[in-house]
């Protein structure tokens, strides 16, 4: 049987502004399971961030069910969601988010510098930099960097503690099309690795390269595709 890595029920996130009730989430029933690659498309302000955000554990849910490997996340402490967030989640931003005056390695290393770990840190960064082809690139800080190689530091630094979930916010959004084909082929290695993955994309090619795609609007699930184009519901 395969596990679902994630599952939510009557997911709902509702942010009050004054007067205004605005509904940035209403999922009825999310599964994502174990080995799934899953884009999340939809147009700007449908909800994907806040959806990412929520799976990721950066938000909370103003109503319904989350649980994620197998542990009910309303029922967590903060000190638990922050050892689930640094164990079972890798996070990449469409801005890259790396320190600026900190070299390729220690950006990569550095989540992780806080903490006592079974491995040599350095040798696991460097290593993690060569699986994004980025082995000549160590002392480089960002700034000496292209836009596609700092999203490939990026990812690198988001594996750093072999998460359960990839979660990447438009990672390709910043880049020009040769680079996202880059950052592209990385995903699907790692998904080929075993990595679950869950990327919010306005790319449709980016998008297909999914083995699903989720589309949102006005919060809700309006369609989930697989893509050999085989639509499965409406
Ligand atoms: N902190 C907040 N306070 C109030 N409303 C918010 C907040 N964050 C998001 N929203 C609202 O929630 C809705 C969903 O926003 P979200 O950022 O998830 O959209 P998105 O699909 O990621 O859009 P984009 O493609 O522009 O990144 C929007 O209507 C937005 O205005
Ligand atoms: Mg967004």
Redesign the pocket.
């Known amino acids: 049987m395969v596990s679902s890595v994630i599952s939510g029920e009557n997911m709902k ?1 509702k ?3 004054g007067e205004v009730e ?4 209403d999922i009825d029933s999310l599964k994502i399971e174990k080995g799934d690659f899953i884009s ?1 498309m ?12 929520i799976l990721g554990c950066e938000d909370e849910l103003t109503d319904g069910e989350l649980t994620i490997d197998s542990k009910s996340v309303k029922d967590l402490s903060k000190k638990e969601i922050n050892k689930l967030r640094r164990e079972d989640i890798g996070y990449v931003f ?1 801005s890259f988010n790396l320190l600026a005056h900190l070299s390729a390695i220690e950006n990569v290393i550095l989540p992780l510098i806080p903490y006592k770990t079974s491995f040599n840190l350095r040798n696991r960064g460097e290593e993690l930099l060569r699986s994004v082809g980025l082995e000549n690139r160590t002392k480089h800080l960002p700034s000496q960097m292209s836009g596609g190689e700092q999203q490939r530091l990026a990812i690198a630094r988001s594996l750093i503690n072999s998460p359960k979930i990839i979660i990447a ?2 990672p390709t959004g910043n880049l020009d099309t040769k680079f996202r084909d880059d950052i592209m082929n990385i995903f699907e290695k790692l998904n080929n690795d075993g990595y679950t993955i869950i990327m ?1 994309t ?1 790319d449709m090619e980016a998008a297909k390269r999914a083995k699903k795609t989720i589309y ?1 609007r ?2 809700k699930i309006i369609k989930v595709e697989v893509n050999n184009n085989a639509e499965l519901y409406i």
């Open positions: 996130k942010y009050s502004l605005v509904i940035a989430l999340i939809g147009p700007s302000g449908s909800g994907k961030s806040t959806l990412l955000n469409q916010d438009e919010a306005h949102l006005d919060g």
